[in-house]
């Protein structure tokens, strides 16, 4: 047999010999596959030209593709592409999607807001978002609070005050709770008797002798609990005293505890040591009137609102 | 040394041309009135007026940008949709395997659009160039005036037909005196300009440059199609026995002209006039028998008859039979086999479907409510020990009139409920509102109540009563 006819039986080969017999195959790439090639340089190239691509030393090449936003002083920025710009264009279409509805809730007075079911409903998403932002990190997500550090928004008790107004108030300008310690006043004997006497006006098992000489040391002018909580233990709000005949605990981790002695350990412990972290910041610098008008409807609806 | 001269096989077959010739008859006809009807819907329905007081003024319109789907007198919405299509794909499957299992691929031959659409260019090539004849001779000849003139109307026209399929493709997603507007003096939405150029290119492709090689090699029908096919099935058929004889084909020739003549010399009633293959879309000869390009489109069976009538032969040399009877020793007339347990299964599924459909779309509420516990925090206890849990109530009016809606709930005392400002709200067509509810329970009920109910009756319609089921969690639930 011949050595074409032989060679007729492989397949191609690039034409090429080494050492004289070694040879390569030529096995071209399908087509398809190097239209596809090309595709890619092409859309590189197009690429290059409108985004930001090469760096060049301190700089880079940033493409001709423009974006163009409103930033939070209110200048009007127009800015080579690039993803926190246009994050910015976004938000700037969301804020002017809401516009409508923020310039309803600045002109009307707030009992109105709760009434219109739309406004309604433009409370209850936005301010979700905006609890979210703001609040959340201290009241938690459903405004729920936590009993020794933050008041739980959802329950009905208040200690400046739960009326729409009042709310808008706090949120404006803050407030900053405050109770001496009453530690180095008091032996531990007397911190005991209040502590039993502050429990019993919840309701809670108490020893009743003891409870009652706290009763005597609650009402006396040495003590002077009487002054911001009141004669009756009901609390003041323009003060923010709470109210201490309730259910309701936000200092004290009574909640938490499982037995009386426990729970008698948690209300000595705020009476000894008195509170000073009390802090709610004021928003009115960060947040625009007509943001915490709407959280002052939100944070009513959360279910305490009075 | 020499290279290697053996030809390496291609990992592409190169396209065959097909100039498919013209042919009269009962198939082409149907065919016809399938694709007037299909096109007349398709370019037409988009342009139909439909007065709407609150949407736009189309019969069907899909509005994607408000979620809304206008389809005659129905007004549709995802939530919708979503179980509608379902039911809608079950029965279009269904009533597609149904056909198959009676009559083969029927869809594919009249009603797919790729036929549709293909079958349309090949009208407008076959205007401008000729017929099959003329139009293999100016594909052999080199280019030429005449050639570039002849390919590049065509070419034109085609996508002129291409352009405004695809711009009535869009116009179904938009108010399409709008987007004529709006598309020609360039202030259309780039998502329409985009989907009107793909579409364009999709539809020049596939019906002018691809045809039946989408069906062979794209579609993936053609390839699961046999499955469906019993010895029952009618497909178009070339009958053997009857077309080769003993001897095979011959041409008409003398001594062989009559049908006695040609009994005699035994050969069959085929004249091998190669008509069939000359007019198929897809360019196969059915003489070979049932193959899987096949879709079984009829224009075989118009020419065989055409050829049969003018010689004087009866009629159904290629014509739709079934494998049983083509190859039983005395072959009767071809009939549907639907006495049959697959063809009848298939039957009541698109009838059981359909009737679902329709109920699902005559019983469609024109409320939509929705009621979420509020899980942050899950309950609350009150300063009077109450256990309190807090709802949020989505209410969707889907009719075309403004509604009061009354709340209500069942299961646990009236005054339990606070529904805030809203015992009553009032919804505007379209809209959605959301309430908050928060439901106060002593501690002694609120260990016994597990669950209740919210109420939701309709001022207009005040017997219709929506009922949604809550659940009520305390200390120790």
């Given at each position: 047999m011949s050595k074409e006819k032989l060679q007729s039986h492989a397949v191609q080969t690039t034409g090429h010999a080494w050492d004289g017999d070694l040879q390569e195959y030529n096995n071209p790439l399908p087509r398809w596959w190097v239209w596809a090639f090309y595709l890619t340089i092409v859309f590189a190239l197009v690429y290059w030209v409108l985004y930001p691509a090469w760096p060049l030393g301190k700089g880079y090449t940033t493409g001709i593709a423009k974006v163009t936003y409103v930033n939070s002083k209110g200048e009007t920025v127009t800015t080579h592409w690039n993803t926190r710009a246009d994050l910015m264009a976004e938000m700037n279409a969301a804020a002017k999607a809401q516009k409508p509805y923020y310039d309803k809730i600045a002109a009307l007075p707030l009992e109105q807001i709760a009434k219109d079911p739309e406004l309604n409903s433009f409370v209850i998403s936005a301010g979700k978002q905006l609890f979210g932002d703001n609040c959340a990190a201290c009241h938690q997500a459903g405004g729920q609070g936590v009993v020794g550090l933050f008041p739980n928004l959802t329950d009905d008790d208040w200690l400046y005050g739960?009326?729409?107004?009042?709310?808008?108030?706090?949120?404006?300008?803050?407030?900053?709770?405050?109770?001496?310690?009453?530690?180095?006043?008091?032996?531990?004997?007397?911190?005991?008797?209040?502590?039993?006497?502050?429990?019993?006006?919840?309701?809670?098992?108490?020893?009743?002798?003891?409870?009652?000489?706290?009763?005597?040391?609650?009402?006396?002018?040495?003590?002077?609990?009487?002054?911001?909580?009141?004669?009756?233990?009901?609390?003041?709000?323009?003060?923010?005293?709470?109210?201490?005949?309730?259910?309701?605990?936000?200092?004290?981790?009574?909640?938490?505890?499982?037995?009386?002695?426990?729970?008698?350990e948690a209300v000595k412990t705020v009476i000894t040591q008195g509170l000073g972290k009390g802090v709610m910041p004021a928003w009115k610098d960060r947040l625009k009137p007509e943001q915490i008008k709407l959280l002052a409807v939100y944070v009513h609806e959360l279910g305490g609102g009075k | 040394m020499q290279a290697g001269i053996e030809e390496q096989s291609a990992l592409y077959e190169k396209r065959i041309p097909i100039f498919p010739r013209a042919v009269k008859g009962r198939f082409r006809r149907f065919k016809w009135g399938v694709l007037i009807l299909a096109y007349s819907v398709f370019f037409g329905l988009v342009?139909?007026?439909?007065?709407?007081?609150?949407?736009?003024?189309?019969?069907?319109?899909?509005?994607?940008?408000?979620?809304?789907?206008?389809?005659?007198?129905?007004?549709?919405?995802?939530?919708?949709?979503?179980?509608?299509?379902?039911?809608?794909?079950?029965?279009?499957?269904?009533?597609?395997?149904?056909?198959?299992?009676?009559?083969?691929?029927?869809?594919?031959?009249?009603?797919?659009?790729?036929?549709?659409?293909?079958?349309?260019?090949?009208w407008i090539e076959n205007l401008i160039q000729g017929d099959r004849p003329k139009r293999v001779r100016l594909y052999k000849q080199p280019w030429n005036r005449e050639k570039i003139l002849k390919l590049g109307t065509t070419h034109f026209v085609w996508l002129l037909v291409s352009f405004w399929t695809a711009f009535t493709f869009a116009a179904y997603f938009t108010y399409a005196p709008e987007l004529v507007r709006d598309f020609f003096t360039g202030q259309a939405h780039p998502a329409a300009y985009a989907t009107v150029l793909i579409l364009t290119l999709t539809t020049y492709v596939a019906a002018g440059l691809g045809r039946e090689q989408i069906c062979m090699y794209v579609c993936p029908y053609a390839r699961f199609q046999s499955v469906m096919y019993d010895p029952e099935t009618l497909v178009v058929t070339y009958d053997e026995k009857r077309?080769?004889?003993?001897?095979?084909?011959?041409?008409?020739?003398?001594?062989?002209?009559?049908?006695?003549?040609?009994?005699?010399?035994?050969?069959?009633?085929?004249?091998?006039?190669?008509?069939?293959?000359?007019?198929?879309?897809?360019?196969?000869?059915?003489?070979?028998?049932?193959?899987?390009?096949?879709?079984?489109?009829?224009?075989?069976?118009?020419?065989?008859?055409?050829?049969?009538?003018?010689?004087?032969?009866?009629?159904g040399l290629i014509r739709y039979d079934c494998e049983v009877n083509i190859k039983s020793p005395a072959p009767g007339k071809p009939h549907l086999h639907w006495k049959r347990l697959k063809v009848i299964g298939y039957g009541l599924a698109v009838v059981v479907m359909s009737a679902l459909l329709v109920h699902s779309i005559a019983n469609r509420s024109d409320l939509e409510q929705a009621v979420t516990q509020v899980r942050q925090p899950l309950y609350v206890v009150l300063s009077d020990g109450q256990i309190r849990n807090r709802y949020q109530i989505r209410l969707a009016n889907r009719s075309d009139h403004a509604e009061t809606y009354a709340l209500g709930v069942r299961g646990i005392p009236a005054q339990a409920a606070d529904f805030g400002n809203f015992q009553e709200v009032t919804v505007k067509p379209d809209q959605s509102i959301l309430v908050q509810v928060s439901v106060k329970l002593p501690p002694e009920a609120a260990m016994r109540v597990e669950s209740f109910e919210f109420t939701i009756t309709p001022r207009s319609r005040p017997a219709e009563v929506h009922v949604s089921p809550a659940r009520f969690y305390g200390p120790h639930s």
């Open positions: 739960g009326t729409l107004e009042k709310i808008q108030e706090t949120i404006t300008y803050g407030r900053r709770g405050f109770m001496p310690a009453f530690g180095s006043v008091f032996t531990p004997e007397q911190i005991d008797q209040l502590a039993n006497y502050v429990l019993s006006l919840s309701g809670e098992k108490v020893d009743a002798v003891k409870a009652q000489a706290g009763n005597a040391l609650f009402h006396s002018m040495d003590a002077m609990c009487f002054y911001c909580h009141g004669d009756d233990a009901k609390g003041r709000q323009d003060v923010g005293a709470p109210n201490l005949t309730d259910k309701i605990w936000l200092w004290a981790k009574v909640p938490a505890a499982d037995t009386p002695e426990k729970k008698v | 342009w139909l007026p439909w007065p709407r007081h609150d949407g736009p003024s189309q019969a069907v319109m899909f509005d994607l940008v408000h979620r809304k789907f206008y389809i005659f007198g129905l007004v549709a919405y995802p939530q919708d949709l979503i179980v509608w299509l379902g039911l809608l794909l079950f029965i279009a499957a269904a009533l597609l395997f149904f056909v198959t299992a009676l009559v083969g691929r029927a869809f594919c031959g009249y009603f797919c659009f790729q036929t549709l659409w293909t079958d349309f260019f090949v077309g080769d004889g003993r001897m095979g084909r011959a041409p008409l020739r003398p001594g062989a002209k009559t049908r006695e003549e040609r009994r005699a010399k035994g050969y069959g009633d085929c004249i091998d006039c190669t008509l069939c293959v000359q007019v198929c879309p897809v360019g196969i000869d059915i003489r070979n028998g049932l193959q899987y390009p096949c879709i079984s489109c009829g224009l075989c069976i118009d020419a065989c008859d055409g050829v049969m009538d003018s010689i004087g032969f009866p009629r």
